[in-house]
């Protein structure tokens, strides 16, 4: 019996993974899993129990011990904590600022990779920062996603005034530099491109233009 297919889509913050991932994973008939909102499920647990985001040792063992769950189409993705529906909370400014740090724990990411492999067994379109290099290393198929920082720092401040209308570019592009400085920088599973990823530059192109191409290269990789 062959193998589901499964491919993962790597880059930084605002590079369009989580908008190209949905898309990819629906052109394809495939489970959608976004790593980041288990980051964010996280993040929020932490939030809820008032403990320090910077404590590694009790975020570590919170992370092992929440459950975190992923259901619904890929247009209309829920995530759970513990049974409870956070897909919208987990968005708010207060839980992405807890994020970034709490995804730079390595227990916490050990704690999430088991739990995307386990996903992901079923065949799906995985996107993050450590996915074609240390959650699937051998997936069938590996993107990074990449585009100027001035772009993708227009892309998040297009998502955050829908929560926040008093964002400001400014602070969104600040935002973005200090989460590629610890993404790239962190000991635990540091964001790069894998050897074997297909890098895709966006800056300039249009959502349809860059999912044309990555559709076309995943028929073509799976035969269909």
Do not use: C, W
């Not at 739990?115 to 290099?133: K, M, P, S, W």
């Amino acid at each position: 019996m062959t193998r589901p297919l499964i491919i993962a889509i790597d880059g930084p913050s605002g590079s369009g993974k989580s908008t190209l991932g949905r898309m990819l994973a629906r052109e394809l008939g495939l489970l959608y899993i976004d790593t980041g909102s288990m980051y964010r499920a996280v993040a929020l647990a932490v939030i809820d129990s008032t403990m320090n985001a910077r404590d590694d040792v009790a975020v570590g063992d919170l992370a092992e011990r929440v459950d975190i769950d992923l259901g619904g189409d890929p247009d209309a993705l829920r995530v759970f904590l513990d049974g409870r529906d956070v897909s919208t909370r987990i968005r708010d400014e207060d839980v992405t600022q807890i994020s970034s740090v709490v995804s730079t724990i390595p227990a916490v990411r050990r704690a999430m990779v088991q739990r995307q492999r386990e996903l992901g067994q079923r065949g799906a379109v995985l996107n993050g920062r450590d996915i074609g290099t240390v959650v699937f290393p051998d997936a069938d198929l590996k993107f990074y996603l990449d585009a100027a920082i001035e772009e993708r720092a227009e892309r998040r401040l297009a998502e955050e005034r829908e929560h926040n209308p008093e964002a400001t570019f400014a602070q969104t592009l600040a935002d973005i530099t200090e989460r590629d400085r610890r993404d790239t920088t962190r000991a635990d599973s540091p964001l790069r491109a894998a050897n074997d990823a297909i890098v895709i530059d966006s800056t300039g192109q249009s959502i349809s233009e860059v999912l044309k191409r990555m559709v076309s290269i995943a028929r073509e990789r799976s035969g269909a």
